[in-house]
């Protein structure tokens, strides 16, 4: 027999918070709380995407919301059990609130709330065609002048951003657009996505030759068609790229290739957009209601200004122009940073048979693949996870169910056992010389990806090149000047160079506004990305939330979306339903807007 | 609690059938056998696709292929429960032989085997790279002059059938031909798949412009990579196009577009073929070992010949030649035929606005698709099979599982309940002149299918036409002849026409076998297609399966892969594995190979 107990208490515990909620007693659901309790929303009350850390929160947030979410039939999820472990109560459930239907996750402790995820999983009225509701294809019966499916997508790909208007452009068609543009297309929300480039895919196929995602195919997901059982675990760029073109395909996507954004403007009286896209040469201007901007949380590039650079006379690029190590055998390469793409670069150099150097100014985090892929991911995003009935979406809302505030304190211990495990690997790193760090609180790689998305390398290879001298290393340094054929640092050193990579990272998103829209709305938004942790390259305040995406922000009309394949399919649930709401006319006050303290 | 009597009562007949065979006792596992018990076996056994009636052949075979055979290990299938019902016990069984694993299903009658289904699931040491041993992708370490994915692809893609054989050669990108390639690929097979057309996809893109799956989507899954929830229940043709154009990329197919086959001959002391074919314009000689007819159980039109079609002055065209109605609003249309292809025709015509009148010589049977999806397929093939965990490969397994010697049993009160439910519309249809059948023995659809693969309407609007007179019907007349301006029926009624579609049928794939290799491999191999049930268009002797398809022919190296979706995907796992055999060495001997009694 299945112990009953943990589904008693979880029941018990969702009819007082129904009847308390039911009853706008704020105070008596309070009382269900743990003190250090965090409730994170993800749209179902808030509209926003928002963690309640703090009894004193969640009563702000149930004051303003309540009455307006009206939320009711809080159970266990269908067909699932509570489960109880090292004294945590553990269980999916399930809500209702007036417009949509919520799903959640729940832990208590001592019989008290300590966390718990509220998430919206569809608008009532609204819902996703699926499964029974799938469209029926065939129109069954005889119809003068009926369309088929062929000519109704001709005649849409026609129509829109011409004769009718968008509600939604997307602008940037990597991975992020494309998920985003897949939901907002089952939920009927028409949609543009615009990409400079000519085929889905080509910002993969574009970069350096030997790069294969760094993330595992169970973490890389794109929504409503999982990868095939037979998909390799890290896919190589060509074939990502690949798979998104077939995506956008079967999807349908209206996916407007080689087009760029020349220029938007938000009228705020009609709130609408006038967008300036020149698409294959030809300037076409859309309103939308909605724009998007999904055009790669690492997409502008950070070109470093060193003295000397124009006289330069080799070949010298930002790693995201990289156009790979074929034309340097037997050259001298020259790379500056020590993150993810100085190391892929620089092996990949070093395979083709070029004299590198890596040119380390700052202390780099470093994981092993297979160590990042079985301590760290492994529970939730892998094949064990797989056969032990984990999907794909309890993973990211058990993910999602972590508060950002103390999910520091999850990560410590696994990137402790890393360490431990391959200790002789980061001894002798060090012994080359390469400065290591596991971020400031030693919480590693996933919380270095989400307060900066950079300062590590998941290592693939490169790093036993570093080890070993393969890979030529200076650290801590810095570049001082560039010659006509070398790169002078700071020590003195002189690196005589037929090529020098600038692999120096990316600029916040809103760059992209500032570019696209304007510096005012750049400012008005503010920096994205990041959590307020006030560690290296995220200073504080405190966000609770990674800034500006995926969420509503000051500028109306605006939104922001990328991230990796994981937040692409995740987030783009939310942005996707919030985008919906607005087209529908259905309210969306937002609780908690995001406040600006950085302006990128 | 689950009750555990069933499981107790198979497991001890699994582990007296274990002994009795490794001991090679016949007798003793005979005992285990009802009087009227059917073994299928689909290649674990056999190398064959066979089915054993009764004792005597189960005898004899066990006596043919026991020793070599070796099977061990019988038991219930890992999670899976024994169940009962109605007097019959069912269970999902596990085997291995001594190359092989092995999956199957089994029914008990009162305590003895009734039906035994064994399936080769996978050559030992020749697994399929998937979940666990998916491949890495990236290729961690470095290495100079290591290949990327894509110069790897590439690389292959420039040699294969130039400077290197494949050992495979499929004539025919349809569904089939891809399906096969898809497993063939994930086996280490080297395929060549040659399509005449310039996409993958556009078989289907190049029929009639209404056309749509008639199968539903739980129905036509392709391996590996199934349909997302929100695709249509009937796929459109173009969109299945779309769907198997992207399938044969992301599945990394050697597919060559523009290539037909201009003649194959085999060379029986090589074990080898010579196949010339031309590849868009340039003749190629390929040196394949196995060569796979994959051109279409339906693709080789019949074309009458009436007297008089040399003087009629409008169009006419097989229905496969059909380009869609679009030309002929206002003008008069003589479809000859009453199946599928004529019904869909005179629809699309009749929606066109032209005057429509088809000529059914014979019986048809016609089925309401909705009645068919409910009451048909239903319980294996549904959003409800799928909601109560009934997946696509038990399903096809539970198909597979009934013997074709009675497989008309189970048929037939399907179909009386649907004469039942749609009763009022069979009896306007026949008030309008159509003339129905329900198969010779009232087994319906289905059963057409197998034994002769015709003479039956899905109907999904067009016989609402047909009984409201919007398509005028002659029936129960034949074509006497043609003349300038119009068709003559035999009883003498004259029907002006623009335009005559003979929607006439299809002929046997042995005539492709004809057309490119030999007259004589073509008889020497006979006909294929149909059960033997000495029912119309499909002669006994009985064979017991359908003939010639998906296993060893009376011609070495050639087999013929066909049928709808759902055959594609079930039977190419079985025809896969008897190439991965041969190609590997592995001794294949077939028993009960399949005898000729028809030319084709």
Same mark, same amino acid.
């Given at each position: ?9 979880? !029941?018990? =515990? ?10 706008? @007693?704020?105070?008596?659901? /309070? ?15 808030? #509209? ?7 009894? @004193?929160?969640?009563?702000?947030? =149930? ?50 709330? #300590?966390?718990?995820?509220? %998430? ?28 088929? #499916? ?66 595992? +195919? ?19 760029? @060509?074939?990502?790229?690949? #798979? ?5 395909? &079967? ?23 006038? &967008? ?57 390469? $020259? +790379? ?26 700052? !202390?780099?985090?470093? $994981? ?6 079985? *301590? ?5 995003? !892998? ?30 211990? *696994? ?29 590693? =790689? ?13 290592? +693939? ?17 810095? $570049? ?12 003195? %050193? ?6 020098? &990579? ?55 009309? /605006? ?16 942005? !996707? ?24």
């Amino acid at each position: 027999m299945l112990d009953k107990a943990p589904n008693g208490r979880v !029941s018990e =515990l969702l009819a007082t918070l129904d009847q308390a909620l039911s009853a706008g @007693d704020v105070e008596r659901a /309070l009382d269900l709380f743990q003190t250090d309790c965090y409730w994170r929303d993800l749209v179902a009350f808030t #509209w926003n995407i928002k963690t309640m850390e703090g009894k @004193d929160q969640v009563r702000a947030m =149930l004051e303003a919301r309540l009455a307006e979410t009206r939320p009711t039939n809080w159970k266990i999820a269908d067909g699932e059990d509570s489960t109880e472990a090292d004294g945590i109560t553990e269980s999916w459930i399930q809500f209702e609130t007036a417009v949509a239907r919520g799903f959640g996750h729940l832990r208590l402790k001592d019989g008290r709330i #300590w966390t718990l995820l509220t %998430t919206m999983v569809e608008l009532k009225g609204f819902e996703e065609p699926q499964g029974f509701d799938r469209p029926m294809g065939a129109k069954h019966g005889a119809d003068r002048n009926r369309k088929t #499916w062929k000519e109704e997508r001709e005649q849409e790909a026609a129509e829109l951003g011409i004769t009718k208007q968008p509600y939604c452009l997307i602008i940037g068609g990597g991975q992020g657009g494309i998920a985003l543009a897949a939901r907002l297309r089952q939920l009927s929300v028409p949609t543009i996505v615009i990409e400079k480039n000519e085929r889905p895919g080509d910002s993969w196929r574009k970069r350096y030759k030997s790069l294969c995602l760094h993330d595992p +195919v169970w973490y890389d997901h794109l929504p409503y068609l999982p990868f095939p059982a037979n998909w390799p675990v890290f896919s190589p760029k @060509d074939k990502i790229g690949d #798979w998104l073109e077939m995506y956008t395909k &079967v999807m349908e996507l209206n996916y407007w290739r080689k087009t760029t954004c020349k220029k938007a403007t938000y009228d705020e009286t009609a709130g609408e957009w006038t &967008v300036v896209v020149e698409r294959d040469g030809q300037e076409i201007v859309l309103k939308p209601k909605q724009l998007v901007l999904a055009t790669g949380m690492s997409a502008k590039p950070n070109m470093p200004k060193f003295e000397g650079m124009e006289l330069f006379k080799g070949d010298q690029h930002h790693s995201s122009q990289h156009p790979g190590p074929d034309a340097y055998k037997g050259k001298k390469a $020259v +790379v500056i940073g020590s993150n993810n793409s100085a190391h892929d670069i620089c092996a990949a150099l070093w395979e083709a048979g070029a004299d590198v150097t890596m040119v380390q100014r700052s !202390s780099t985090h470093i $994981v092993k693949s297979d160590s990042l892929m079985e *301590i760290g991911l492994g529970p939730l995003y !892998s094949e064990q996870a797989v056969r032990s009935g984990m999907t794909t979406e309890k993973a990211d809302l058990i993910f999602a169910s972590l508060p950002y505030k103390i999910l520091h304190e999850f990560q410590i211990p *696994i990137y402790n056992a890393i360490r431990e495990r391959d200790a002789d690997f980061y001894k002798r790193l060090e012994a080359a010389g390469f400065m290591l760090d596991f971020g400031d609180d030693d919480s590693g =790689l996933f919380m270095k990806y989400l307060r900066r998305g950079s300062g590590y390398y998941i290592d +693939v290879g490169a790093s036993e090149l570093v080890a070993n001298g393969s890979i030529k290393l200076k650290s801590g340094v810095d $570049v001082q000047r560039l010659t006509e054929h070398a790169v002078i640092l700071t020590d003195g %050193t002189q690196l005589p160079a037929d090529l020098v &990579v600038y692999a120096t990272g990316y600029g916040s998103m809103n760059g992209w506004a500032a570019e696209l829209i304007s510096k005012e709305v750049a400012d008005k938004v503010g920096k994205c990305w990041g959590l307020g942790s006030n560690t290296r390259k995220d200073p504080g305040p405190w966000e609770g939330e990674q800034r500006n995406m995926w969420k509503p922000t000051q500028q109306p009309g /605006l939104w922001f979306h990328g991230g990796n394949l994981h937040q692409s399919r995740h987030y783009s649930q939310f942005l !996707s339903l919030q985008l919906k709401a607005r087209m529908e006319g259905i309210p969306t006050p937002v609780y908690g807007l995001q406040q600006v303290h950085h302006l990128g």
